[in-house]
């Protein structure tokens, strides 16, 4: 017996092409959700989350550059979010405020001993590459490009005035 249902990743081609925008945005939608959602679980026993993790993984790697500019930029965010999130690291103890830039108006981030530590005890989370690792180098790559150009595309649509409430 044939089974003769579309696969669950396929967009039926009966549907609209606005539909099927639609139906992209809600498998994107979904995707991140249980990548967060697998994130969330496997962070709760350090009372992080997965934003919070991201952050001083990045403020790790950046170095002398862990500013709140370039860490806005990096993670599409703007300038006061990124700044508000390192504030709260901050009261929570995970990173600490320097100004030795060649302003005094300039500030930049660096890691305390319990944000190292949380990074080493963290290290080891698979959920997130057991996730990614069915797609191929190839496939990463693509979907990399894909996302950022929709990303791009949606910053000239000068989205950020608008209010959500």
Request: aromatic content about 6%.
């Amino acid at each position: 017996m044939t089974n003769n249902k579309p696969p669950n990743n396929h967009i039926p081609t009966e549907i609209e092409t606005e539909d099927q925008d639609y139906y992209l945005w809600l498998l994107i939608s979904k995707t991140r959700h249980y990548i967060f959602l697998s994130s969330t679980k496997e962070l709760m026993a350090f009372r992080l989350t997965p934003v919070e993790r991201a952050t001083i993984s990045l403020v790790q790697s950046l170095k002398k550059n862990a500013t709140p500019s370039v860490i806005s930029k990096i993670t599409f965010r703007k300038l006061h979010s990124a700044s508000e999130q390192l504030e709260r690291l901050q009261k929570k103890g995970l990173v600490a405020k320097v100004r030795d830039l060649p302003s005094k108006r300039y500030v930049r981030y660096i890691l305390t001993p319990k944000s190292r530590k949380i990074l080493r005890q963290t290290e080891g989370r698979q959920n997130l590459h057991t996730i990614m690792s069915v797609l191929t180098n190839s496939e990463r790559r693509q979907l990399e490009k894909t996302l950022t150009k929709l990303i791009r595309k949606a910053e000239e649509m000068d989205l950020k005035h608008i209010r959500i409430e």
